[in-house]
């Protein structure tokens, strides 16, 4: 046996020191996720190279935790960390524990992170503890405090924001004006609970102009002439305006739509754009459940668009990195060719899509697919819209044919649909920032639609394919079997 030699054995414990020295100086990971869910976004990093000061990040956590918080501190300190490396030294990251110092836990109550109770298993005994984990951000004389962190899988989006907030040092308006027929506060309160955890959300009376950062507006066709006015004052005021309406309106419960009035419509024509009198369909739809007289049946329903990501914009930032979008009973979009008009087009259907101007009874039974390839077109469903007016003023307006599809009951099941929203409220409120760090969260991958010669295809290599390989396997296997049988016949001999 060879004896190990001395010096070798010396040199191999002095590379594992310099491995570990070198590893723990230079922090790095490698993210190999599809939307670099572990690594910071381009924003984050763009703001951290922004910092004209110092920004101190302490982190109150305590050593005693639970064990499913363990892996949540493990990504929370990893994220930190980047921060505190893409910063270039302006961010200054200290970790403090509570429960080894009674003047950190003063210091900790203090700033806003309080402890919170814990359950922990010690001995196969359940003890309750108490214990922190927050985070308290210093920049200048300011300050935010995240006062317990549930999870890591949203951290970076709300350290980076509050790092905005510290610096631009006010909170930013979002603006809510919708019919009081659309109940916001109840229909779209999954939206409104989500902005409130980044903006200040004001609801705009239907008589009253009040100043804000953002307009989320909707239901048009029932406004009144003051309300019209109210919302074309936001416009002019170069106040970005998000516009969700559809030409039709199908009470709750029903399946019968009615046209909108023109004369709410035909106001928004100065701005480059109409919203068309009419529902679009599409081949490339959901399926939506109806109620027979016994059970519930879910069935394709033309009027709910499946809109995927070859028809998305993916160069308009706030919808880089969505998959789908389902627009249920929505209009579409015609632009004007307008002097010193932009319009950058943002979803549309596919070009298996027709529309119904005439009809508006809307159950499946009562709705046909074309015989006439004529009567299919692709339809402009989303549209973002920057002009300048004849007297200078400019405007910002993103308009989609539908405002339904942010609705509670659909954002639960689409939740691309409201990170697009939120994205596009980001990209407005925040100079683009912040859009691109939502969709590392995971969203929705729709399975997408084959033509029925790709369906007939699938179908009988299902059937014949798989009998096939199985015969196919068995008469090599059988040859080869055959073969070796004869070769050993052979030696024999």
Same mark, same amino acid.
Request: glycine share 6%; net charge positive; hydrophobic share 35%.
């Given at each position: 046996m060879k004896r190990i030699n001395g010096w070798d054995l010396v040199y191999f414990i002095v590379l594992v020191f310099v491995v570990n020295f070198v590893s723990a100086s230079f922090y790095t990971r490698i993210d190999l996720t599809e939307n670099k869910k572990y690594s910071l976004s381009h924003s984050t990093k763009n703001i951290l190279?922004?910092?004209?000061?110092?920004?101190?990040?302490?982190v109150f956590v305590s050593s005693r935790l639970p064990k499913e918080l363990l892996p949540i501190k493990q990504d929370v300190m990893d994220i930190l960390e980047e921060y505190r490396q893409a910063s270039g030294g302006r961010i200054k990251l200290e970790v403090l524990d509570p429960s080894k110092s009674k003047d950190i836990e003063i210091e900790a109550s203090s700033s806003g992170v309080m402890p919170v109770?814990?359950?922990?298993?010690?001995?196969?005994?359940?003890?309750?503890? !108490?214990?922190?984990?927050?985070?308290?951000? &210093? %920049?200048?004389?300011? *300050?935010?405090?995240?006062?317990? $962190?549930?999870?890591?899988?949203?951290?970076?989006?709300?350290?980076?924001?509050?790092?905005?907030?510290?610096?631009?040092?006010?909170?930013? !308006?979002?603006?809510?004006?919708?019919?009081? &027929? %659309?109940?916001?506060? *109840?229909?779209?309160?999954?939206? $409104?609970?989500?902005l409130r955890k980044t903006y200040d959300v004001v609801f705009v009376p239907d008589t009253e102009f009040i100043p804000c950062d953002v307009l989320i507006t909707g239901g048009i066709g029932e406004f009144k002439d003051t309300t019209l006015s109210i919302v074309k004052s936001y416009i002019e005021r170069d106040i970005p305006t998000l516009m969700f309406a559809s030409r039709i309106k199908i009470p709750e419960n029903s399946l019968f739509g009615r046209t909108l009035p023109d004369d709410r419509f035909l106001p928004f024509k100065k701005y480059g754009f109409v919203i068309r009198k009419n529902i679009v369909m599409d081949r490339s739809c959901e399926l939506a459940p109806f109620k027979t007289q016994f059970f519930v049946v879910e069935r394709p329903y033309y009027p709910w668009l499946r809109i995927l990501s070859d028809n998305i914009n993916y160069n308009f930032k706030p919808l880089k990195g969505i998959k789908m979008l389902m627009l249920p009973w929505a209009s579409s979009i015609d632009t004007f060719k307008t002097e010193g008009v932009k319009f950058t087009p943002l979803f549309s259907t596919t070009e298996y899509a027709w529309e119904d101007t005439l009809g508006m009874i809307l159950s499946p039974d009562y709705i046909t697919v074309p015989k006439d390839r004529n009567a299919f077109h692709k339809f402009l469903m989303g549209v973002k819209i920057d002009g300048r007016l004849k007297d200078g003023k400019t405007y910002r307006i993103a308009v989609i044919g539908n405002a339904d599809f942010i609705k509670d009951k659909f954002v639960g099941v689409y939740a691309s649909n409201l990170v697009s929203v939120l994205n596009m409220v980001d990209y407005y409120a925040l100079g683009g920032g912040l859009s691109d760090i939502r969709v590392k969260q995971g969203l929705m991958r729709p399975i997408r639609p084959l033509s029925d010669n790709a369906r007939m295809l699938i179908k009988y290599l299902n059937i014949v394919g798989a009998p096939l390989l199985i015969i196919l396997f068995g008469v090599v296997y059988n040859i080869r079997r055959k073969k070796r049988l004869n070769a050993i016949k052979e030696e024999f001999k």
């Open positions: 190279k922004s910092l004209d000061d110092i920004v101190r990040i302490k109770q814990m359950n922990v298993y010690e001995k196969d005994q359940l003890k309750v503890i !108490k214990g922190y984990f927050g985070i308290v951000i &210093s %920049y200048k004389d300011k *300050k935010e405090v995240i006062p317990f $962190i549930k999870n890591a899988g949203n951290l970076e989006y709300e350290l980076t924001y509050r790092l905005l907030r510290l610096t631009k040092g006010h909170n930013l !308006k979002i603006g809510i004006l919708f019919p009081a &027929s %659309y109940n916001p506060q *109840k229909n779209y309160s999954k939206l $409104i609970e989500m």
